[in-house]
């Protein structure tokens, strides 16, 4: 190994000496540096200014916009409809999204535009934190402050500001407004399965006015027994939920999965025995962990599997956890077949559906 000094740099170069790599390189150095115009015309280096500025406004625009629609389409469990939570997603997202965006293009366009891009040549010397060591670092955070150019351009010392202290709140003024949220659970206690008392129910939604059917998600329509194939999951709602107020409270509720076993491996306790009819069950799809969609079924070990934190639930065993985070079975939906052969909720769900780190009475 050989020791060169480069022509262009003077920097020092080791050299391969050993068979199969180049015997000597060139150091390329570095290329010319080309002068920007705004580094000599201050009319261009004005109007970049302004484009910096008119970025930074338009996130500051965005993240107003974002807290506006959370404010405009109120997402609140008792007021919410569908089109509201579409267009409060898209408002907060967008809001969010080009808030921090435009704080990022504007950064990258100062930077490009207007900060010092004369090439620096820094020797490296011995690491110390001594008091010298600590004033020479402020003076070079001073330094870079002054090639930034900040005291000197007012307005995008505001306007950089302004977009860093407004990006945020799309994020924070949801957060901050769920605070104050009704959380009483005993919102879970019932669902959309349970049975009308005055069995006043629409015939084509209720089995004799009282009991709800079971639906294919999203297509509403009902299922008969004879259709679920041993092996399928099928993804389940009420059938004929209004889409009133509180629908998507309800829907969220009362999703379900039903698949169809051997009977013979089914181990049912005796008085669940008529909850399942000829090997199908149907079981909440609200993981007991913290709430995901359990969706994911393992025909082979009957096993459901939950996408989030993989807690998995034995279909055969009264959807028991066998494994993961999730501390209690999924809730079980008692089903029961009509005369024609469409299956439909005999009972509600035998306790409250969804994460059980939630005090619960049985
Ligand atoms: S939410 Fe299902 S495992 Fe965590």
Redesign the pocket.
């Known amino acids: 190994m050989s020791i060169e000094k480069s022509s262009h740099s003077g920097e020092h170069r080791e050299l391969g000496g050993s068979a199969g790599l180049p015997e000597r390189f060139e150091n390329p150095g570095l290329e010319p540096h080309r002068h920007r115009l705004a580094d000599s015309d201050p009319k261009r280096a004005k109007r970049s200014e302004r484009q910096i500025a008119l970025i930074f406004t338009i996130s500051i625009l965005a993240s107003i916009a974002g807290v506006v629609g959370y404010a405009v389409f109120p997402v609140d469990i008792d007021r919410a409809s569908v089109l509201n939570v579409r267009w409060s997603t898209l408002v907060v997202g967008l809001g969010l999204g080009i808030g921090m965006l435009g704080i990022g293009v504007a950064a990258v366009q100062w930077a490009r535009a207007l900060m010092d891009d004369g090439e620096k040549i820094e020797d490296r010397h011995p690491m110390s934190a001594g008091p010298a060591a600590h004033q020479q670092s402020l003076e070079i955070l001073r330094q870079g402050a002054d090639e930034a150019n900040i005291a000197r351009r007012p307005v995008l010392k505001g306007a950089i500001a302004g977009a860093l202290a407004l990006a945020p709140l799309p994020f924070l003024v949801p957060l901050i407004g769920n605070l104050g949220a009704d959380w009483d659970i005993s919102k879970f206690k019932r669902t959309a399965w349970a049975p009308r008392e005055d069995g006043s129910g629409d015939p084509e939604r209720f089995f004799e006015g009282t009991y709800r059917y079971l639906a294919r998600d999203p297509q509403d329509t009902k299922i008969r027994a004879a259709d679920v194939t041993n092996g399928n999951i099928v993804h389940v709602i009420p059938h004929g939920l209004p889409e009133e107020e509180h629908y998507l409270e309800e829907k969220a509720k009362a999703v379900v999965l039903l698949v169809r076993v051997d009977p013979s491996i089914l181990k049912e306790a005796p008085e669940r025995a008529d909850w399942s009819y000829d090997g199908i069950v149907a079981y909440s799809k609200i993981?007991?962990?913290?709430?995901?969609p359990?969706a994911l079924y393992e025909q082979q070990t009957h096993h459901v599997l939950?996408?989030?934190?993989?807690?998995t639930f034995d279909i055969t065993d009264a959807a028991k956890v066998v494994f993961?985070?999730?501390k209690r079975a999924l809730p079980q939906l008692p089903i029961k077949v009509d005369p024609e052969g469409y299956l439909y909720a005999a009972a509600d769900f035998d306790e409250p559906v969804g994460?059980s780190y939630w005090q619960r009475e049985r």
Do not use: N
């Open positions: 993981c007991t962990h913290v709430g995901c359990v939950c996408p989030c934190h993989q807690s993961g985070p999730a994460p």
